[in-house]
């Protein structure tokens, strides 16, 4: 009975105990859980990490296994808040726990909060914080023999984490201005994560965090044990300041505009090896704004947009693919210092020292390969300044378009490529081809047209002194290069054209030199050993304008600019140097085709200025080249002063050797009055009339120069005296008629021979200073001057100004009349010159014959020789005299006598002869006979 008891209270006293317990674990649950938690926490966070903490309330059910905690907020000890969230869930599932599974349901986190700290040295705060609550030595490592299985990872489960609206705070100490970043919202989506294999099971996950604008999404599948994810992530809109705080360390430039979008599939893997890969990649770069540093007013690079699109990285591959690569508007502006100096360069010059020895890429294993489809650029511009010469310059290329062709690790490959552009001066300009990076190779088609020459002035500039006032350029051709050994070898085929050229001194007004245009064509260049060859330069309608300054030097010698000192030394050194070590220049010119050309001539340095030109000059240079051998051919024809013909032949021998050039120039009718300035400088009259022609033949031999210059002037007439301080101090008009002949005509050979490489020999002062020297002698000798003619006679010039006569009488000695004939001859053909005749004596040779006649006169006929010695010695004596008027008469009778042979028997017209005083001043020639003098005079 009493046993029958005992079983009967036994379910009672169970259910009593199952209630007791039950009531415990709900107490212990409800009650006593959250009152320990809620000390425990706080309590472990500062023992832990050194913060304060407080919560506002945690809630336990331990029939459902959930845990809820309210109001969280930890601060750190510098008394900042580090962590808080406004709700935190956890619903672990009973049936995993029994399995030997942390399984949680869901995990579900709202708007809590992050602060992390990047410190000066790198280090995070949360580091920080739990070094300095737990000092001493470092945990031991795991030893390796421990198993895998003890190094496994705790078997968890998570069917769902939430993270609703979190915000973390990053700072950044690690540079001079603290900076910090706040993400808001972040949302994350965790679905079915496991840390053990399942296999064909991977859990969900999607992520969305927010840096104001800036947004990043992750999506995907996760799988922990072993490690491997697959998914999407893309990065949107990342602001320029957030890239600008993290670039700076490696950027060396001030960033100051722009945002990137990246987004990229992928798939990674860790376990018994590391994998990853990524497809799909899409970058995109908006509104880029770049400047050298923060002192720059402005940017130097923007651009509109950057776009690559199918990016991947295989990881294991060692490969990374690009696809098309798009630039839009991309604006840059690169100068150039005065002392050289590129503005982008600076700043990468500063951090080398910095960087060098950091960051080499490691040369083992396979290398690493790369590939892009293709780059596009498309409205783009380029702004080039210099400041290096003088004058400072600036040249745009605008509309800049850009299609290079798939280019990757295979260096070897050639790689298309194509480039138009405009010049914001003027012009276009397109390159199309193929290159190959290594082996450097390249050929390029290259067109260009209407390119302002003035734009590139500076660079002119620093060479010449020229301005170009305007001038476009045109090219096409093909230039081919080859650096596959040194040096760099190539070609260029094609041609050229500079059209409207103008160009003058800067410091000049008027134009220099101009042209139509200037067509080259077929060019063919090579650039090593240097050569080039031109089939035809033709040059139409050029225009040359030379000036003599005032200071005696010609605007063309003020062209080339003086080198700096020491420059001249060390381009001969240079230039020496060369020679030895490399092979020199080879140039050829097929032909110079010259149309409608002109060239003015004017000199200041006279009073008034000498101005003439030539034009209408047509015609062509064959065959120019500096290797022998070579023979060109010159054949030029044109006008002078507008009336004047010219006509320019000859060989020419090859260039800078010794090779001889023989040159000819003709030119007819130039009107002399144009060259009155010359004449009034150096013969002191200035010219009425006349015409000029020459016929001048030179022979040069490298600088050495022989020449024959035949002058002849038809009816030059003298006009006004000129006072100048260089004119000839002689009877100028007289040695001009000296030189005339009868139909008015002066022709003269004036040969001349000097070195043209001496600074002070100039041909056209020899051949005037030859002319004048000729009119002087001529002036001075006049009778010499017509020695032409007494030739003909059988006398010397000489003769032809002397007459003897027989000692007291007007009789001619023997041979005198020829003489007097062929002086006629000279007058009639020189109708300027006139014949001045003075009738002359000697007083003893004709006093004596006087006296002897007068004696044998007056009965003495049988005059004994006695007696005349007696008579001769008492004339001399002074002992007996003539009669006064004797010698008078005999001097007047010669002068009549001379005068009436001239004008009555060899027809000498009157107005030519002239009888002067007599004289008593004559000589005595060797025979004994009286010599009169005659002297010409000119109109």
């Known amino acids: 009975m009493a046993q029958s008891r005992k079983r009967s209270h036994m379910p009672r006293n169970l259910l009593i105990g199952f209630l007791v317990l039950f009531i415990l674990y709900a107490l212990a649950g409800f009650l006593l859980l959250p009152w320990w938690l809620e000390r425990l926490v706080p309590e472990q966070l500062d023992q832990r990490m050194g913060w304060q903490a407080e919560i506002t309330d945690i809630r336990t059910n331990p029939f459902t296994l959930r845990v809820e905690a309210l109001g969280l907020s930890a601060n750190d000890p510098q008394g900042e808040q580090v962590v808080a969230f406004d709700r935190l869930m956890l619903d672990m599932n009973f049936f995993q726990l029994v399995r030997g599974i942390a399984g949680f349901e869901a995990i579900q986190l709202d708007e809590p909060y992050v602060r992390v700290d990047l410190l000066e040295d790198y280090s995070v705060n949360f580091a920080r914080d739990w070094q300095a609550a737990n000092p001493g030595p470092a945990e031991p490592a795991p030893e390796a023999s421990q198993s895998d299985d003890a190094a496994a990872p705790p078997r968890l489960y998570f069917g769902k984490i939430e993270l609703n609206g979190g915000e973390m705070l990053f700072r950044d100490f690690t540079q001079a201005d603290m900076a910090e970043f706040r993400i808001t919202p972040m949302d994350l989506t965790l679905s079915d994560l496991a840390t053990w294999r399942r296999e064909g099971q991977d859990s969900d996950y999607s992520l969305l965090a927010a840096l104001g604008s800036q947004t990043i999404e992750w999506q995907g599948d996760l799988s922990v044990a072993p490690f491997y994810s697959n998914g999407t992530l893309k990065v949107s809109s990342v602001g320029y300041e957030t890239l600008a705080h993290f670039l700076a360390p490696f950027f060396p430039y001030d960033l100051r505009g722009g945002s990137v979008t990246l987004s990229s599939d992928y798939e990674i893997q860790a376990g018994d090896g590391f994998f990853l890969e990524t497809a799909n990649g899409q970058l995109q770069l908006e509104n880029l704004a770049v400047a050298l540093d923060e002192q720059s007013e402005q940017a130097r690079l923007t651009n509109a947009e950057l776009s690559v699109d199918a990016v991947g990285f295989d990881l294991n591959g060692r490969e990374i693919r690009i696809g098309q690569v798009s630039l839009d508007k991309l604006d840059v502006a690169v100068a150039r210092s005065a002392n050289g100096e590129i503005d982008w360069l600076a700043p990468l010059a500063t951090n080398n020292g910095e960087t060098e020895g950091g960051g080499e890429a490691s040369t083992g294993g396979q290398p690493f390969r790369w590939s892009v489809a293709g780059v596009a650029l498309s409205g783009g511009r380029i702004l080039w300044q210099d400041s290096q010469p003088a004058t400072a310059t600036e040249i745009a290329v605008e509309q800049l378009s850009a299609s290079i062709g798939p280019l990757s690790h295979l260096l070897e490959e050639p790689v298309s490529y194509e480039i138009t552009g405009s010049l914001a001066s003027g012009g276009q300009l397109s390159l199309n081809g193929q290159l190959t990076p290594a082996p450097f190779t390249l050929e390029a088609a290259i067109s260009g047209n209407g390119i302002a020459l003035a734009a590139f002035e500076p660079y002119v500039q620093e060479g010449a002194n020229l301005a170009i006032t305007s001038g476009t350029l045109g090219v096409d051709g093909n230039l081919d290069l080859d650096g596959q050994q040194e040096p760099l070898t190539g070609t260029f085929s094609g041609t050229a054209e500079v059209a409207g050229l103008d160009l003058k001194l800067p410091d000049s007004s008027g134009s220099l030199v101009s042209w139509q245009t200037l067509r080259l064509a077929p060019i063919e260049y090579n650039v090593y050993p240097a050569r080039l060859e031109i089939g035809t330069v033709t040059l139409a309608q050029p225009v040359i304008n030379v000036v003599r300054n005032t200071d005696n030097i010609h605007n063309v010698e003020r062209?080339?600019?003086?080198?700096?000192?020491?420059?001249?030394?060390?381009?001969?050194?240079?230039?020496?140097?060369?020679?030895?070590?490399?092979?020199?220049?080879?140039?050829?010119?097929?032909?110079?085709?010259?149309?409608?050309?002109?060239?003015?001539?004017?000199?200041?340095?006279?009073?008034?200025?000498?101005?003439?030109?030539?034009?209408?000059?047509?015609?062509?240079?064959?065959?120019?080249?500096?290797?022998?051998?070579?023979?060109?051919?010159?054949?030029?024809?044109?006008?002078?002063?507008?009336?004047?013909?010219?006509?320019?032949?000859?060989?020419?021998?090859?260039?800078?050797?010794?090779?001889?050039?023989?040159?000819?120039?003709?030119?007819?009718?130039?009107?002399?009055?144009?060259?009155?300035?010359?004449?009034?400088?150096?013969?002191?009259?200035?010219?009425?009339?006349?015409?000029?022609?020459?016929?001048?033949?030179?022979?040069?031999?490298?600088?050495?120069?022989?020449?024959?210059?035949?002058?002849?002037?038809?009816?030059?007439?003298?006009?006004?005296?000129?006072?100048?301080?260089?004119?000839?101090?002689?009877?100028?008009?007289?040695?001009?008629?000296?030189?005339?002949?009868?139909?008015?005509?002066?022709?003269?050979?004036?040969?001349?021979?000097?070195?043209?490489?001496?600074?002070?020999?100039?041909?056209?002062?020899?051949?005037?200073?030859?002319?004048?020297?000729?009119?002087?002698?001529?002036?001075?000798?006049?009778?010499?001057?017509?020695?032409?003619?007494?030739?003909?006679?059988?006398?010397?010039?000489?003769?032809?100004?002397?007459?003897?006569?027989?000692?007291?009488?007007?009789?001619?000695?023997?041979?005198?009349?020829?003489?007097?004939?062929?002086?006629?001859?000279?007058?009639?053909?020189?109708?300027?010159?006139?014949?001045?005749?003075?009738?002359?004596?000697?007083?003893?040779?004709?006093?004596?014959?006087?006296?002897?006649?007068?004696?044998?006169?007056?009965?003495?006929?049988?005059?004994?020789?006695?007696?005349?010695?007696?008579?001769?010695?008492?004339?001399?004596?002074?002992?007996?005299?003539?009669?006064?008027?004797?010698?008078?008469?005999?001097?007047?009778?010669?002068?009549q006598s001379l005068r009436n042979i001239m004008q009555q028997t060899h027809g000498v017209p009157a107005d030519q002869l002239f009888l002067l005083s007599p004289a008593r001043n004559a000589e005595v020639g060797d025979e004994g006979n009286v010599i009169v003098a005659f002297n010409l005079d000119v109109r």
């Open 559 to 895: 062209i080339a600019k003086a080198p700096a000192a020491g420059g001249q030394q060390e381009a001969t050194a240079d230039a020496q140097q060369g020679e030895d070590s490399e092979p020199g220049f080879i140039f050829r010119i097929g032909q110079l085709m010259l149309e409608n050309g002109e060239l003015a001539y004017t000199d200041r340095t006279l009073a008034p200025a000498f101005t003439t030109w030539f034009d209408e000059l047509n015609g062509s240079v064959t065959g120019l080249s500096n290797i022998s051998p070579q023979q060109g051919k010159v054949s030029i024809r044109g006008r002078v002063g507008g009336v004047a013909d010219l006509d320019f032949e000859g060989t020419i021998g090859t260039l800078g050797t010794e090779d001889v050039s023989d040159l000819k120039l003709n030119m007819q009718e130039l009107s002399l009055p144009a060259l009155s300035p010359y004449f009034g400088r150096y013969l002191g009259y200035g010219v009425d009339s006349g015409k000029l022609n020459l016929n001048l033949d030179y022979e040069i031999a490298g600088s050495r120069i022989d020449a024959s210059n035949l002058v002849v002037m038809d009816r030059l007439e003298l006009g006004s005296a000129i006072a100048s301080d260089q004119a000839v101090n002689a009877p100028v008009k007289l040695g001009l008629a000296l030189l005339r002949d009868s139909k008015g005509v002066i022709e003269v050979d004036l040969p001349i021979s000097g070195d043209l490489s001496d600074p002070d020999f100039s041909v056209g002062k020899v051949v005037m200073r030859a002319f004048v020297n000729l009119l002087a002698k001529a002036a001075a000798s006049p009778f010499s001057m017509l020695g032409s003619i007494a030739e003909l006679a059988g006398l010397s010039g000489e003769e032809l100004g002397k007459v003897r006569f027989i000692p007291g009488s007007i009789q001619l000695a023997e041979g005198e009349a020829e003489k007097l004939a062929a002086l006629a001859d000279a007058l009639l053909d020189r109708p300027d010159l006139l014949l001045n005749i003075r009738g002359n004596v000697e007083s003893q040779a004709d006093g004596l014959a006087l006296l002897r006649d007068e004696l044998t006169a007056s009965g003495e006929q049988d005059l004994s020789e006695e007696a005349w010695q007696e008579a001769r010695e008492a004339y001399l004596a002074g002992e007996r005299s003539l009669a006064p008027e004797a010698l008078r008469n005999l001097a007047s009778s010669r002068g």
